[in-house]
């Protein structure tokens, strides 16, 4: 029987490859795996691995799968600080000029946070920078979004969110959801988060020190915002102080995420929300796309 392509040789392996694959019924698969052989194949063409040197990459991603499980999720880890989430991010969400941008879920998302109160503080220890946040949700023409869902996550004032300091922190601090009214407005109390790192007890973490590179994000609120008929936007809010505003370890931080965070010492305005003494003042405008006209 003559052979399928060509027998594989070192010039001819990208084509052998691809030949061998018959796809049927899965179009995109078909489109995808030449692609993914191609650039495999050229990489260690590129690179002339040693035999050593790829299992020395076939056990890291071993490794990398035996640190995941129902918590830990290190391929998602290496795919953010390899700049993937983000440049997936980034093609799945090309929104129109006025529209806030996105940025990565990460992996401290909890669903099922509890509806509050407007105005109501989220951090629920009393530990930390007092913080007010507020602002509106709009539409791209400036008109108020009302029915918007803010839900909202952070860390506290030491780095840590409540789902990594099981017993130390109380079970849904420093989240929340929140509903807007006709006016589009969302208020919220918390604490001033700080910067932290990202899991780094794993072969990403491994990876980051042999790269020369830290593993901190800066300080930063998350926020998945949704509201009928609009597309749901997952972003962030940044510290525009923090030490890592520059080096975000996952590529996260967007200009137009950086906030203001206003020091205000004003013991009136302290009383009114009350805080013991001085407080942020963080406001930020957040602007959705209407589904139609999300671009795909
Ligand atoms: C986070 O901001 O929660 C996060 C994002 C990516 C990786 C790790 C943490
Ligand atoms: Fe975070």
């Known amino acids: 029987m003559e052979h399928e392509y060509g027998y594989f040789t070192e010039t001819d392996s990208i084509d052998v490859v691809i030949a061998r694959n018959r796809v049927v019924g899965n179009e995109r698969l078909k489109e ?11 990489a260690v063409k590129e690179i002339e691995s040693t035999q050593e040197e790829w299992l020395e990459a076939i056990l890291f991603l071993t490794r990398t799968g035996h640190m995941c499980d129902d918590w830990r999720q290190e391929f998602i880890l290496l795919s953010d600080v390899l700049g993937v989430s983000m440049l997936v991010d980034a093609i799945n969400n090309r929104t ?4 806030s941008e996105s940025t990565v879920l990460g992996p401290f ?14 951090c629920l220890d ?8 507020s602002g509106r949700i709009l539409d791209t023409a400036g008109h108020p979004v009302a029915d918007a869902l ?10 840590f969110y409540d789902v990594q300091q099981r017993g130390i922190q109380p079970e849904f601090n420093l989240r929340g959801v929140f509903r807007t009214g006709p006016d589009g407005r969302y208020w919220f109390r918390a604490v001033k988060p700080k910067f932290y790192p990202i899991p780094n007890d794993g072969p990403v973490g491994q ?7 830290h593993p901190y994000r800066p300080a930063h609120l998350h926020y998945i915002l949704s509201a009928p008929g609009f597309a749901t936007l997952t972003t962030h809010v940044f510290d525009p102080d923090d030490p890592y505003i520059h080096s975000d370890a996952v590529f996260g931080v967007k200009e137009s995420l950086i906030a203001k965070f206003e020091l205000v010492r004003d013991a009136e305005r302290s009383k009114a929300l009350e805080f013991a003494g001085d407080f ?17």
């Open 109 to 122: 998302h909890m669903k099922g946070a509890p509806l509050r109160e407007m105005g109501a503080n989220i």
């Open 280 to 296: 942020w003042d963080v406001k930020h405008d957040f602007v959705l796309v209407r589904a139609k006209d999300q671009a795909a």
């Open 207 to 213: 990876l980051l020190e042999m790269l020369g590179r």
């Open 126 to 133: 009393a530990k930390g920078e007092d913080m007010v946040v």
């Open 96 to 99: 129109p000029g006025a529209a």
């Open 32 to 42: 995808v795996m030449p692609v993914i052989i191609r650039k495999l194949h050229e």
């Open 150 to 159: 803010i839900d909202v996550w952070q860390a506290n004032d030491e780095g």
